[in-house]
T-cell receptor, first 114, second 111 residues
Framework: NAGVTQTPKFQVLKTGQSMTLQCAQDMNHNSMYWYRQDPGMGLRLIYY???????DKGEVPNGYNVSRLNKREFSLRLESAAPSQTSVYFC?????????????FGPGTRLTVL | RKEVEQDPGPFNVPEGATVAFNCTYSNSASQSFFWYRQDCRKEPKLLMS???SGNEDGRFTAQLNRASQYISLLIRDSKLSDSATYLCVVILNTGGFKTIFGAGTRLFVKA
């Protein structure tokens, strides 16, 4: 099992450009999440998907959109990148069944917006 | 006030030392608690769950104090490989489940 995979690992964008971060999990988990991590701020939830076909806003959704393409895949899109979106982005998944809330993270995408 | 607060550190300790981290949470609807470990430039990984009665996993002991709304992590006989950031994680049950991560406590174990 690969667990949670993310692409790309690194990306540099210019202000105003768009891009999509890809995430996939092979653990048959119901829930998937997108976080950003900034120094001193901890992980902040951008969007999450409790199950295939549903998505909900997290703490910091502005400037982002998501798609839960199927049970395996959950993508994050930046329509018009801004320097404030420079961050490390982590995707995670969780079974959320049987009372388990453990989240499994992908390796992250380091995004710089110039 | 942040919902989950941790001392950012860094904690600098020699090998073999015992070190303890605390984490406080503000919402009494907090239901489940975890410690995650994050190595430099890597993703967070589950270290251990925290149970009401306290639990131990080798050199690591986690405790929960619901009355005072804090959890703790104790590391005995520190190893160089314990150097990492330790994240406190709280699950709220407010109709739906919400996961809140603390900002983390950095630990450096030196030879």
């Amino acid at each position: 099992n690969a667990g949670v995979t993310q692409t790309p690992k690194f990306q540099v964008l210019k202000t105003g450009q768009s891009m999509t971060l890809q995430c996939a999990q092979d653990m048959n988990h119901n829930s998937m999440y997108w976080y950003r991590q900034d120094p001193g701020m901890g992980l902040r939830l951008i969007y999450y998907s409790a199950s295939e076909g549903t998505t909900d806003k997290g703490e910091v959704p502005n400037g982002y959109n998501v798609s839960r393409l199927n049970k395996r895949e959950f993508s994050l899109r930046l329509e018009s990148a801004a320097p404030s979106q420079t961050s490390v982005y982590f995707c995670a998944s969780s079974p959320t069944s049987g009372g388990s809330h453990t989240q499994y993270f992908g390796p992250g995408t380091r995004l710089t917006v110039l | 006030r942040k919902e989950v607060e941790q001392d950012p550190g860094p904690f600098n300790v020699p090998e073999g030392a015992t070190v303890a981290f605390n984490c406080t949470y503000s919402n009494s609807a907090s239901q489940s608690f975890f410690w995650y470990r994050q190595d430099c430039r890597k993703e967070p990984k589950l270290l251990m769950s925290v149970y009401s009665s306290g639990n131990e996993d080798g050199r690591f002991t986690a405790q929960l104090n619901r009355a005072s709304q804090y959890i703790s992590l104790l590391i005995r006989d520190s190893k160089l490989s314990d150097s990492a950031t330790y994240l406190c994680v709280v699950i709220l049950n407010t109709g739906g489940f919400k996961t809140i991560f603390g900002a983390g406590t950095r630990l450096f174990v030196k030879a």
